[in-house]
Nanobody, 114 residues
Framework: QVQLVESGGGLVQPGESLRLSCAAS????????MGWYRQAPGKQREWVAR???????NYVDAVKGRFTISRDNAKNTVYLQMNSLRPEDTAVYYC????????WGQGTQVTVSS
């Protein structure tokens, strides 16, 4: 059974940075496209960034140029480097496959506030 464990969230001020990590327990991790998603209070969960097995990346327009997704297949881990954070980035962040599995981890809270 797949497990996804997100970490690295916290409370930061606008303009600061955070690096999120997601450890995935599944075989053949390297062949799967992985993504980061987020859910803000009162809103639906949305896709933020994805990385394919070959390393190609895509981002939602709202985070382009500020967020960077990467992966370490040897560690079954995907990362999200978030720079120049804004209050509107406040959300619970989740990782999952692309397209996502029905199972979701607990997520990690990111709060951007002065």
């Amino acid at each position: 059974q797949v497990q996804l464990v997100e970490s690295g969230g916290g409370l930061v001020q606008p303009g600061e940075s955070l690096r999120l990590s997601c450890a995935a327990s599944r075989s053949r991790f390297s062949i799967y496209a992985m993504g980061w998603y987020r859910q803000a209070p009162g809103k639906q969960r949305e896709w933020v960034a994805r990385i394919f097995s070959g390393g190609t990346t895509n981002y939602v327009d709202a985070v382009k140029g500020r967020f960077t997704i990467s992966r370490d297949n040897a560690k079954n881990t995907v990362y999200l480097q978030m720079n120049s954070l804004r209050p509107e980035d406040t959300a619970v962040y989740y990782c999952n496959q692309v397209p996502p599995l029905a199972y979701w981890g607990q997520g990690t809270q990111v709060t951007v506030s002065s």
